[in-house]
């Protein structure tokens, strides 16, 4: 059996550098994560472990953070959410990723244009929850379903960061083919990470027969990876470990493709990457080909 890695998968620089910050806060019994951290149990574990308060997602703006630090994770908030935290009194550890900032930016800056701001994402996410939260007039759009005419003068798009190119360019051609008379500006929000993971994976699905996506169950990005999987007519196992992967499901198949999540941190991977080796050599006597 061949095991192939995608040549981009894994924990992208922001929620890299959030966790270093977390991991570098000597006196976590004073702070609470505003959120997760990081879409990964083993993780936020290891912070809890390490004595940190911890607010829920969907306990955001309704609980009262005990501790007098708030840690914002890197899917950032609102302005409007950040100001009230500051007035209660409370100091911020801003772990908010530059490309999550960028992405509010833009939507700010379409919004003063005059535009009515369509925000390519999940609705209820955190993420696009702190995008549309400075806005005064906005509509999320999940799917090319969901589209329709406006009437508008000015429509300004922008993407939740780790929405699936593909879907985007649907969505926005649809937008534009339901809104002609309207002046559209379309900023492009998807972040680096998510595209080069995404071009790795549609590569990786081409050379093999089945997929393994490392990843918090509760991660956008992971469930979108092993969602083109699906799309592409290959089977696929979402795993949050080594210890989730199924040998009789592994060993249907002469090929098989890693990737993970921006998330999953890299000894997650090498784990279940280890196990697939391990699994593999179990059900073939004979030496058996390993690719990386
Ligand atoms: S997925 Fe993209 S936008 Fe989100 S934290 Fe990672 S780099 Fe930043």
Redesign the pocket.
């Known amino acids: 059996m061949r095991i192939v890695k995608a040549t981009a998968m894994g924990?992208?620089?922001?929620?890299r550098d959030?966790l270093e910050v977390a991991r570098s806060i000597e006196n976590p019994g004073d702070v609470t994560i505003y959120g997760e951290l990081v879409h990964n149990e083993d993780v936020m574990r290891e912070l809890d472990d390490r004595g940190f308060h911890r607010l829920g997602e969907s306990e955001r703006g309704r609980s009262i953070p005990v501790t007098p630090q708030i840690m914002i994770t890197?899917?950032g908030i609102c302005k409007l959410e950040r100001l009230r935290l500051i007035a209660a009194g409370y100091r911020l550890i801003d772990t908010t990723?530059?490309?999550?900032k960028r992405?509010h930016d833009a939507a700010r800056a379409l919004e003063k244009m005059g535009c009515l701001v369509l925000v390519i994402g999940r609705r209820g996410h955190v993420?696009v929850d702190g995008i549309t939260g400075d806005l005064r007039r906005f509509e999320v759009v999940e799917s090319v379903g969901e589209v329709r005419r406006y009437d508008e003068r000015r429509i300004g798009i922008v993407c939740q960061?780790?929405t699936p190119p593909a879907l985007a360019n649907e969505i926005v051609d649809r937008i534009r083919f339901m809104n002609g008379g309207s002046d559209i500006q379309y900023a492009a929000t998807i972040?680096?990470?998510?595209l080069d993971r995404q071009a790795a994976v549609r590569s990786l699905l081409n050379q093999v027969e089945a997929l393994v996506v490392v990843g918090g169950k509760k991660s956008n990005?992971t469930r979108q990876l092993a969602e083109m999987a699906r799309n592409a007519g290959k089977p696929c196992a979402l795993v949050q470990g080594a210890d989730e992967l199924d040998p009789a499901w592994v060993n249907q198949f002469e090929s098989i493709g890693l990737t993970a999540g921006?998330s999953t941190p890299d000894k997650i991977i090498e784990d279940v990457y280890r196990r697939l080796l391990a699994i593999a050599a179990d059900h073939e006597p004979e030496p058996f080909r390993q690719v990386i």
């Open positions: 924990m992208c620089f922001g929620v959030a890197a899917h990723c530059p490309l999550v992405a993420e960061t780790t972040c680096r990470p998510t990005n921006t």
